[in-house]
């Protein structure tokens, strides 16, 4: 596989070739790493007596004595909460005749982290981010664009906040929402909810009306935080009309914060409700406390994409998510004090929630509200060399569109304080690890990690002590019990799977909201394996332990027999410059062959005609199989996309299978939902 991206001068095009499981990045020997999965592991070692000489032996005690390793957890991060006695023994070991303190449950399903244990997760995050840690958040919105908070004026805010909020009547498991961008006010007004016990639930304000209301009906909401108007790019985009009709739609408000956020424009009262503003709500010099809840007492509230129905309504928990997220980010990450920490996400997508938990290592977090492209494709990078950014998180559709763009990262700008560049999103492709492998600084580890919304973490990532693996996902996190199961439930190494979750993890939903039985959650997870978590994707993990997904598993392609992942064909069909974008969609059903069509979206004033689609066929019988080139090519203008980037791959296969499109997908849930329709009737047209 080839990538293509530009290198020392403008126009100086490198071609760069990966095979897949090339070793690209190797950890520093251990003797001479200051990584704190060192310290982690030896700590650990000395107390078990046991030896950890490499990282897959490390895992493996994680995963096989989870008891031992989330008690461990616990202490070594210093937790601040209350447990049960049994479990706090000047030694430090767990008491066998009592270990279910730890994990109650015998399966995926009924199991229960730490019961009986008290934690608040805005407690945790607050006391660890301390010394020189700061908040920086900038934004196109706001004037000054920068905005820096210091440990001390973070906690002054949330005591305000969560004071105004008391003053509101917020009480613990009431929930607190927010119509809020990327920005400092959404993360005080996170930790203020959670300091009290309220629920925190925010929604992007790039979501349209009906998107924002779908999610916020199911939690009735009590208070909504908001604001009236943002900048993107170079556009100012007034939302009073949308937050109006918003507030309208959702009775169970009392109150509106309202947040002045775009300079210059200044917030009109939204009618029929009470408002507040923002700078001065609550009492300035109110002290800081917090409410202590049970472990698995709920955090916030995540969404799924929602594309058929209303979305799921994800709850995740105070001690789950303090727990995964400060061993995830610590230690897979090597995160801490004097480490900068970015990610490119709005409030609606998990992984603003996954940077937020950057306080709980006290490194400094750096939140970007604006257009990741405007004015081109490098202001994400400008933003790394200014910053002096050490973990910076974009998506493999960003990576994507840097090499269609030909950006010269490596001559444009100063990223000398790069240690690791994560990406996640989507499979980042061979290309996608080329063109970084190229236009990084040398020794900058690549981070190809995957998880999702349904656990707010990446149980498929990489550490300071596993090499990165060209194409591949370098390796299962600690405490990540990620298997391939084939269809009967056996585990596999080296073949195609269903990526399984056979052990609990902390971080697991609650539960979905307005879900009383568990019945959807059973439905969404557990009614293929019994007891056991079926994630959705096809996944393949190798006797190394790194591992390659291939795909959701409901929209893969079958072809006479042979499984393909979606992901391989739109890694071929991008890798041509061309390509902007793709879909494949099998019309395939168990009593009809159908057919494969492809979708493409091309780059400006390019036509597909007949040497295109030549290419583009060759390609796919050249890098997959003759039986997977698909049928028919068809240009469009867009792919459809829900509102956090994933491609509409089951949703556009009904639809073209005949169902009605009520009931394939709800338009609110879209990111474009016009070019859903614009896909359907080209399809139709072609096809006639």
């Given at each position: 596989m080839s990538a293509f991206g530009t290198s020392g001068d403008e126009g100086s095009v490198v071609r760069l070739t990966l095979k897949e499981g090339e070793i690209i990045w190797e950890p520093i020997d251990r003797s001479e790493s200051e990584a704190e999965i060192y310290r982690f592991s030896d700590q650990l070692a000395i107390e078990k007596g046991l030896v950890f000489p490499d990282y897959d032996s490390l895992w493996r005690f994680s995963v096989e004595r989870r008891e031992e390793f989330w008690d461990f957890v616990w202490r070594y991060f210093e937790i601040v909460g209350d447990r049960p006695a049994s479990l706090s023994k000047a030694n430090g070991k767990i008491d066998e005749t009592n270990s279910s303190l730890v994990i109650e449950g015998t399966d995926v399903e009924n199991s229960r982290f730490f019961p009986g244990s008290m934690i608040n997760f805005a407690e945790n995050a607050l006391d660890k981010f301390r010394g020189e840690a700061r908040v920086i958040s900038v934004s196109e919105s706001t004037q000054p664009s920068e905005r820096v908070l210091n440990p001390k004026d973070l906690r002054t805010q949330v005591a305000r906040v969560a004071d105004g909020l008391r003053s509101l009547g917020v009480e613990q498991g009431d929930r607190v929402a927010a119509y809020l961008p990327n920005s400092q006010e959404a993360l005080v007004g996170l930790l203020a909810s959670?300091?009290?016990?309220?629920?925190?639930?925010?929604?992007?304000?790039?979501?349209?009306?009906?998107?924002?209301?779908?999610?916020?009906?199911?939690?009735?909401?009590k208070v909504l935080i908001a604001i009236s108007?943002?900048?993107?790019?170079?556009?100012?985009?007034?939302?009073?009309?949308?937050?109006?009709?918003?507030?309208?739609?959702?009775?169970s408000l009392q109150a509106v914060v309202m947040v002045d956020y775009l300079a210059g424009f200044e917030s009109a009262p939204v009618d029929g409700i009470d408002n507040y503003a923002w700078d001065s709500f609550g009492n300035p010099n109110a002290p800081l406390s917090f409410t202590r809840v049970e472990f698995s007492s709920p955090l916030w509230i995540l969404y799924s994409s929602g594309t058929t129905g209303l979305p799921k309504a994800i709850v995740h928990s105070h001690g789950g998510i303090t727990l995964e997220l400060i061993k995830n980010l610590a230690v897979q990450h090597d995160l801490g004090p004097q480490k900068r920490f970015f990610w490119y996400a709005t409030t609606g997508w998990m992984m603003?929630?996954?940077?937020?938990?950057?306080?709980l290592v006290s490194c400094d977090i750096v939140l970007f509200d604006g257009n990741p492209s405007y004015p081109d494709m490098g202001v994400l990078w400008e933003l790394a060399e200014k910053y002096g950014i050490t973990t910076f998180g974009i998506s493999a559709p960003f990576v994507s569109g840097c090499i269609k763009s030909n950006l010269a990262v490596s001559s444009k700008f100063d990223l000398s304080k790069l240690e690791a560049v994560g990406s996640t999103g989507a499979p980042l492709s061979l290309?996608?690890?080329?063109?970084?492998?190229?236009?990084?600084?040398?020794g900058t580890q690549i981070v190809s990690a995957s998880?999702?919304?349904d656990v707010c973490t990446a149980f498929l990532a990489s550490s300071p002590m596993t090499p990165t693996y060209a194409g591949k996902l370098s390796a299962r996190t600690l405490g990540s019990d990620i298997r391939a199961y084939s269809s009967d439930g056996v585990p596999l190494i080296g073949e195609v799977g269903e990526l399984v979750l056979a052990?609990?993890?902390?971080?697991m939903p609650k539960m979905f909201w307005a879900d009383p039985t568990g019945s959807k959650l059973h439905a969404a997870y557990f009614d293929t394996y019994p007891?056991?978590?079926?994630?959705?994707?096809?996944?393949?993990?190798?006797?190394?332990?790194?591992?390659?997904?291939?795909?959701?598993?409901?929209?893969?392609?079958?072809?006479?027999?042979?499984?393909?992942?979606?992901?391989?064909?739109y890694r071929v069909l991008e890798a041509n410059p061309l390509v902007l974008d793709s879909l494949v969609i099998d019309t395939s059903s168990l009593d009809s062959p159908g057919e494969l069509v492809g979708f493409v979206v091309l780059v400006e004033s390019k036509v597909l005609d007949d040497e295109l689609v030549g290419e583009l066929k060759a390609a796919i019988r050249r890098e997959l199989s003759p039986r997977h080139v698909p049928n028919r090519f068809i240009q469009v203008k867009e792919i459809p996309r829900t509102l956090n980037g994933k491609k509409l791959e089951v949703p556009i296969r009904r639809l073209l299978l005949g169902e009605e499109l009520s009931k394939v997908a709800s338009m609110g849930s879209l990111a474009n939902p016009d070019s859903l329709m614009e896909v359907y009737e080209a399809a139709k047209s072609a096809k006639s």
């Amino acid at each position: 596989m080839s990538a293509f991206g530009t290198s020392g001068d403008e126009g100086s095009v490198v071609r760069l070739t990966l095979k897949e499981g090339e070793i690209i990045w190797e950890p520093i020997d251990r003797s001479e790493s200051e990584a704190e999965i060192y310290r982690f592991s030896d700590q650990l070692a000395i107390e078990k007596g046991l030896v950890f000489p490499d990282y897959d032996s490390l895992w493996r005690f994680s995963v096989e004595r989870r008891e031992e390793f989330w008690d461990f957890v616990w202490r070594y991060f210093e937790i601040v909460g209350d447990r049960p006695a049994s479990l706090s023994k000047a030694n430090g070991k767990i008491d066998e005749t009592n270990s279910s303190l730890v994990i109650e449950g015998t399966d995926v399903e009924n199991s229960r982290f730490f019961p009986g244990s008290m934690i608040n997760f805005a407690e945790n995050a607050l006391d660890k981010f301390r010394g020189e840690a700061r908040v920086i958040s900038v934004s196109e919105s706001t004037q000054p664009s920068e905005r820096v908070l210091n440990p001390k004026d973070l906690r002054t805010q949330v005591a305000r906040v969560a004071d105004g909020l008391r003053s509101l009547g917020v009480e613990q498991g009431d929930r607190v929402a927010a119509y809020l961008p990327n920005s400092q006010e959404a993360l005080v007004g996170l930790l203020a909810s959670a300091s009290i016990g309220a629920i925190w639930s925010c929604c992007s304000v790039d979501f349209g009306v009906s998107a924002v209301v779908d999610r916020f009906i199911q939690i009735e909401p009590k208070v909504l935080i908001a604001i009236s108007a943002y900048q993107y790019g170079n556009k100012k985009i007034d939302r009073t009309q949308a937050l109006a009709d918003i507030v309208t739609s959702l009775p169970s408000l009392q109150a509106v914060v309202m947040v002045d956020y775009l300079a210059g424009f200044e917030s009109a009262p939204v009618d029929g409700i009470d408002n507040y503003a923002w700078d001065s709500f609550g009492n300035p010099n109110a002290p800081l406390s917090f409410t202590r809840v049970e472990f698995s007492s709920p955090l916030w509230i995540l969404y799924s994409s929602g594309t058929t129905g209303l979305p799921k309504a994800i709850v995740h928990s105070h001690g789950g998510i303090t727990l995964e997220l400060i061993k995830n980010l610590a230690v897979q990450h090597d995160l801490g004090p004097q480490k900068r920490f970015f990610w490119y996400a709005t409030t609606g997508w998990m992984m603003w929630n996954y940077l937020v938990g950057g306080l709980l290592v006290s490194c400094d977090i750096v939140l970007f509200d604006g257009n990741p492209s405007y004015p081109d494709m490098g202001v994400l990078w400008e933003l790394a060399e200014k910053y002096g950014i050490t973990t910076f998180g974009i998506s493999a559709p960003f990576v994507s569109g840097c090499i269609k763009s030909n950006l010269a990262v490596s001559s444009k700008f100063d990223l000398s304080k790069l240690e690791a560049v994560g990406s996640t999103g989507a499979p980042l492709s061979l290309d996608g690890f080329a063109w970084l492998l190229d236009q990084l600084p040398s020794g900058t580890q690549i981070v190809s990690a995957s998880g999702g919304t349904d656990v707010c973490t990446a149980f498929l990532a990489s550490s300071p002590m596993t090499p990165t693996y060209a194409g591949k996902l370098s390796a299962r996190t600690l405490g990540s019990d990620i298997r391939a199961y084939s269809s009967d439930g056996v585990p596999l190494i080296g073949e195609v799977g269903e990526l399984v979750l056979a052990g609990p993890l902390p971080s697991m939903p609650k539960m979905f909201w307005a879900d009383p039985t568990g019945s959807k959650l059973h439905a969404a997870y557990f009614d293929t394996y019994p007891g056991v978590w079926r994630h959705g994707d096809w996944i393949r993990i190798d006797q190394d332990g790194s591992s390659v997904i291939f795909g959701r598993s409901d929209s893969t392609l079958n072809r006479d027999g042979v499984r393909m992942g979606t992901s391989e064909f739109y890694r071929v069909l991008e890798a041509n410059p061309l390509v902007l974008d793709s879909l494949v969609i099998d019309t395939s059903s168990l009593d009809s062959p159908g057919e494969l069509v492809g979708f493409v979206v091309l780059v400006e004033s390019k036509v597909l005609d007949d040497e295109l689609v030549g290419e583009l066929k060759a390609a796919i019988r050249r890098e997959l199989s003759p039986r997977h080139v698909p049928n028919r090519f068809i240009q469009v203008k867009e792919i459809p996309r829900t509102l956090n980037g994933k491609k509409l791959e089951v949703p556009i296969r009904r639809l073209l299978l005949g169902e009605e499109l009520s009931k394939v997908a709800s338009m609110g849930s879209l990111a474009n939902p016009d070019s859903l329709m614009e896909v359907y009737e080209a399809a139709k047209s072609a096809k006639s």
